[in-house]
Every structure is written in structure tokens, then in C-alpha cells.
């Protein structure tokens, strides 16, 4: 099979099966893989995939992973849940980043590394600040107080 079916690509093939689905609706790996012609393990499946969930978001259909089995339309009730996942992933990630500042061989560097590290660090220091706070306003938000982990 071709990249594109009928001049369509398979994530807008993909798009337009899972559009038509309800929320609670299941599409197993397997159905996937016979709508694009690709192994659910291969990276253009999940490339695929993940091209067809940003489409589908950006019409108010939101998809969440059943490991081993497929992906599920959520709920509209879900999507708060759904967004507090990449919140958190989000959180975790500019976290490590900053401990990779904050742990840098500061002694060792040139002048122009230390100007550099130094501009980075103070920027970083102000967004690790601003994410902190809308973790902890997140955190008391919801209902899953231990979603986010407390650093430093």
C-alpha cells in the first residue's frame, strides 16, 4: 500500500475512522493496523498515530492508550484527567532539566560556557518557579493530590 490512499494520508484515514467513533468507543491495535497497512511495534505506526491524535484533539476527540489493546475515546468528563498526565510529564521533565543546571560543574567551565549557563540557569530558575506554583494551584484543584511530586 502506498503513503497515500486515495490522495488521503494514513493518519487522515486513520482520523476519519476514529471521528465517526462515540466516546467509550475501543480501537484495537490490530483494526489499526489493517486501516494503515502498518505493524502496531513500528515507529510509523506510532508516528501515524500520534499525527492522527493531534488531529482529533483539535476537534474535540480525545484518545487515551488501553496498553496492549488499542486506544479508547475518552469522555468528555476525562479530559481534565487527560490533560493533568501531559501536565504532569511536562512538570517532570523541565524538573530534570533544571537538577541538570543546578548540578552543573560551574568551576569548569570557560567564561563564555559560565555567561551562558548563567542566563539559561536564571531563566530556568523562573520557569521552575512559575510551573511549581500552577502544580501546587493544579494539585489542589484536583482531585488526585499526590499527582505531582514535591522537588527540590
Request: a positive charge; proline letters at 2%.
Amino acid at each position: 500500500m502506498s503513503e497515500l490512499i486515495n490522495n488521503k494520508k494514513k493518519e487522515e484515514i486513520l482520523y476519519d475512522y476514529i471521528i465517526k467513533l462515540n466516546y467509550g468507543d475501543t480501537i484495537l491495535h490490530q483494526d489499526i493496523e489493517s486501516i494503515i497497512q502498518e505493524n502496531h511495534d513500528s515507529k510509523k505506526y506510532q508516528s501515524i498515530i500520534q499525527k492522527a491524535k493531534k488531529k482529533l484533539l483539535e476537534s474535540s476527540k480525545g484518545l487515551e492508550n488501553i496498553k496492549g489493546v488499542g486506544y479508547r475515546v475518552i469522555y468528555p468528563d476525562d479530559y481534565t484527567d487527560l490533560s493533568l498526565k501531559y501536565i504532569k510529564r511536562g512538570y517532570k521533565r523541565i524538573d530534570t532539566g533544571f537538577k541538570v543546571l543546578q548540578y552543573a560543574p560551574v568551576n569548569d567551565m570557560s567564561k563564555e560556557g559560565f555567561e551562558r549557563y548563567r542566563h539559561i540557569r536564571d531563566s530556568a530558575n523562573r520557569l521552575h518557579a512559575m510551573v511549581a506554583g500552577g502544580c501546587t494551584e493544579i494539585k489542589m484543584l484536583s482531585k488526585n493530590s499526590k499527582l505531582f511530586p514535591t522537588s527540590r
